[in-house]
């Protein structure tokens, strides 16, 4: 009984989290038609207007009605965290697949450059790229996207590796096919399912990301309604007005945990290892076993 209430538990938050992240992605897709009011509409009569009928969470203190950037905040948020995870899972893929696959040199010259990349924290090396490349949203896309890639790249090597000796494998190669064609028909499926695990589950690092580089004004700049650009603009009157602070961290809070929660999903109902993980013994060699995929074996 208590395994079917956890089970039924889980399945309960997993359902939430989809339901949630639905919605996020219909209002940012409806943002001109959800959205009662333009987001960059200053009207200086309505400062720090209460919550009304009119303006349902009120307004910040240049009279800007809070829900409409919102709403168009979630636009801009998930639509670059949306690019970033193509453009990671696309280089990260080409790389790893080409030093996996073809092994020797290219394999060692191309780790070592991710190496490169995976010798400093994330967040200090795309601020680094944000100072030379400036603001704007299309540089916070760049500069997140080559700060993040070396890690896939890793990964998907290592799950290259273990799959390029399989029998199925090498009877495409002898049978004559191209090496391109033999990693785009038999090795891209079986990695697919362990990116999309890994893409759902690094989102909410992404989006953090994003906010936080707009936050510290080297992201996304103002008037552009996007949630760490609101907070930075709320955090002078967080003793007088905390809400114009409380609305986008709470949006921000929600959507990683929703992200993180249908990755785990994800994860239990994909990863052969976690269903067949019976015994503690089992459960336990678990992170070791992710530990030597990311090492690259």
């Known amino acids: 009984?208590?395994?079917?209430?956890?089970?039924?538990?889980?399945?309960?938050?997993?359902?939430?989290?989809?339901?949630?992240?639905?919605?996020?992605?219909?209002?940012?897709?409806?943002?001109?038609?959800?959205?009662?009011?333009?987001?960059?509409?200053?009207?200086?009569?309505?400062?720090?207007?209460?919550?009304?009928?009119?303006?349902?969470?009120?307004?910040?203190?240049?009279?800007?009605?809070?829900?409409?950037?919102?709403?168009?905040?979630?636009?801009?948020?998930?639509?670059?965290?949306?690019?970033?995870?193509?453009?990671?899972?696309?280089?990260?893929?080409?790389?790893?697949?080409?030093?996996?696959?073809?092994?020797?040199?290219?394999?060692s010259i191309l780790m070592r450059i991710c190496d490169v990349f995976l010798t400093f924290p994330t967040f200090i090396l795309a601020m680094f790229m944000i100072g030379v490349l400036g603001t704007g949203i299309v540089n916070v896309i760049l500069a997140i996207s080559l700060t993040h890639w070396a890690w896939y790249a890793r990964i998907i090597r290592s799950f290259v590796l273990s799959l390029k000796n399989r029998e199925y494998v090498l009877a495409a190669r002898v049978a004559g096919t191209g090496r391109f064609m033999t990693v785009l028909r038999h090795v891209l499926p079986p990695v697919f399912a362990q990116l999309a695990i890994l893409a759902t589950l690094d989102i909410g690092h992404m989006m953090m990301h994003v906010s936080g580089?707009?936050?510290?004004?080297?992201?996304?700049?103002?008037?552009?309604?996007?949630?760490?650009?609101?907070?930075?603009?709320?955090?002078?009157?967080?003793?007088?007005?905390?809400?114009?602070?409380?609305?986008?961290?709470?949006?921000?809070?929600?959507t990683v945990m929703a992200f993180n929660i249908l990755g785990d999903g994800l994860r239990d109902a994909l990863d052969p290892h976690t269903q067949t993980s019976s015994?503690?013994?089992?459960?336990?060699?678990?992170?070791?076993?992710?530990a030597a995929i990311t090492e690259g074996l």
Not at 240 to 254: D, K, N, Q, R, S
Not at 279 to 290: F, K, Q, V, Y
């Open 1 to 107: 009984m208590n395994m079917q209430s956890n089970r039924l538990l889980r399945h309960g938050i997993l359902i939430l989290a989809g339901l949630l992240i639905l919605l996020l992605v219909l209002s940012a897709a409806l943002a001109p038609v959800l959205s009662p009011y333009d987001p960059d509409e200053v009207t200086l009569e309505l400062k720090f207007a209460p919550p009304s009928m009119a303006h349902p969470l009120g307004c910040d203190h240049l009279g800007r009605d809070v829900a409409s950037r919102l709403i168009y905040g979630a636009r801009t948020s998930l639509g670059c965290v949306a690019v970033i995870a193509g453009l990671i899972l696309v280089l990260g893929f080409t790389v790893g697949a080409t030093a996996g696959y073809m092994g020797g040199t290219v394999d």
């Open 213 to 254: 580089l707009s936050f510290l004004g080297l992201g996304i700049t103002p008037p552009t309604p996007e949630w760490g650009v609101m907070i930075a603009d709320g955090r002078q009157f967080v003793w007088t007005h905390p809400e114009l602070i409380l609305y986008p961290g709470l949006a921000i809070f929600l």
């Open 279 to 290: 015994s503690p013994e089992d459960t336990l060699a678990e992170p070791a076993r992710m």
